[in-house]
């Protein structure tokens, strides 16, 4: 394509859309089945339950240290794949471009895609494309949707949590969120943080392999681990305790939130899964996450325990509890 920008007539259905696809998302995306572009894709799907998902992502900056919106996007629909247990299959992506973006940026958002895809071994299949004028959007935003396949025996759910099941992680949580504010803000850093956006559907069968009877996962992104965990209390109706001298965070990321009144529980990930076991089956979970590239750092950061129904607590360095509740308001906008 000679464009270098995207114009209102790369979405108006006519020549330039043709080759828009043709020659940025096909030739990223081929495969077999995204090759016929019917109104709708058709893909075989193995035996198994189906896991659905879709998610949208309007982050600001688009580009920001370990990742851009694109990696962000498949990322962010695997892990939630993952959460169920589900190998991921198939996803589509649908992008909503503003008029004067360079092209070469959208080639790089989904040359990324294409790369984070590839790595969980999933395929873009389905599309959509849509320009608006300038003004009307922030850059680019991108909705995905994928669908994968649970084995059978794997069972996966929030509600499933017990007492005296352990709470893992496979990392330090907050890099994502505070390297995104930071890229937005112009805040610099002694030591730059990055993003941890990765898929972690090779993780998670790991897992699920090592500790067959693990009971829930949960990918802590919008709220940090604090809501994903008050979920997982919520619907399970249980009571989980947090050690906060296990937690692992960064010195540049505990640093940050110190000077930015945050506390890192409520700071977004898109690398890090919860996982919690049963006891028994803990090591064997850590372990695994250990033995691959997303696994550094993965510790046992509490357990569920007795205790009031719905409630997460933090046992503090100094030996009291404090309950942690969900972020209120927003306090850390447009990260995902």
């Given at each position: 394509m000679n464009d270098e920008t995207i114009l209102l007539s790369h979405g108006a259905g006519g020549e330039r859309m043709a080759r828009l696809i043709a020659e940025v998302f096909v030739a990223a995306f081929d495969n077999p089945t995204l090759r016929e572009l019917g109104d709708s894709a058709v893909a075989p799907i193995e035996a198994g339950r189906l896991a659905f998902t879709t998610d949208a992502f309007v982050i600001t900056p688009i580009f920001f240290p370990g990742g851009d919106i694109g990696h962000l996007s498949v990322c962010g629909t695997v892990n939630d794949l993952a959460a169920a247990g589900a190998r991921p299959l198939h996803l589509s992506a649908a992008f909503i471009i503003e008029e004067g973006l360079p092209l070469a940026d959208l080639k790089r958002v989904v040359a990324s895609m294409k790369a984070a895809?590839?790595?969980a071994r999933a395929s873009v299949i389905a599309g959509d494309t849509k320009v608006v004028p300038h003004g009307a959007a922030d850059k680019m935003f991108i909705t995905t949707s994928g669908v994968g396949v649970v084995p059978e025996g794997v069972d996966i759910s929030p509600a499933r949590a017990r007492v005296g099941?352990?709470?893992?992680?496979?990392?330090?949580?907050?890099?994502?969120?505070?390297?995104v504010l930071c890229a937005r803000e112009g805040i610099e850093l002694e030591t730059p943080l990055r993003s941890d956006s990765a898929p972690l559907a090779g993780l998670v069968a790991r897992v699920i392999e090592a500790?067959?009877?693990?009971?829930?996962?949960?990918?802590?992104t919008r709220g940090g681990v604090a809501a994903a965990l008050n979920e997982i209390a919520e619907r399970s109706g249980a009571c989980i305790e947090l050690e906060e001298t296990a937690l692992p965070v960064r010195e540049a990321a505990r640093g940050a939130?110190?000077?930015?009144?945050?506390?890192?529980?409520?700071?977004?990930?898109?690398g890090k899964m919860l996982v919690i076991v049963p006891e028994a089956q803990a090591d064997a979970a850590l372990a695994a996450m250990r033995r691959g590239r997303y696994g550094e750092g993965a510790a046992r950061i509490g357990q569920v325990v007795e205790g009031?129904?719905?409630?997460v607590q933090l046992r503090t360095v100094l030996g009291t509890r404090r309950i942690v509740d969900r972020p209120v308001g927003e306090p850390m906008p447009r990260i995902c």
């Open positions: 895809a590839d790595e099941d352990a709470v893992l992680i496979n990392g330090f949580i907050g890099d994502h969120g505070l390297a500790a067959p009877e693990t009971h829930c996962l949960r990918d802590p939130c110190e000077i930015l009144g945050l506390d890192p529980l409520h700071v977004a990930n898109e009031p129904a719905g409630r």
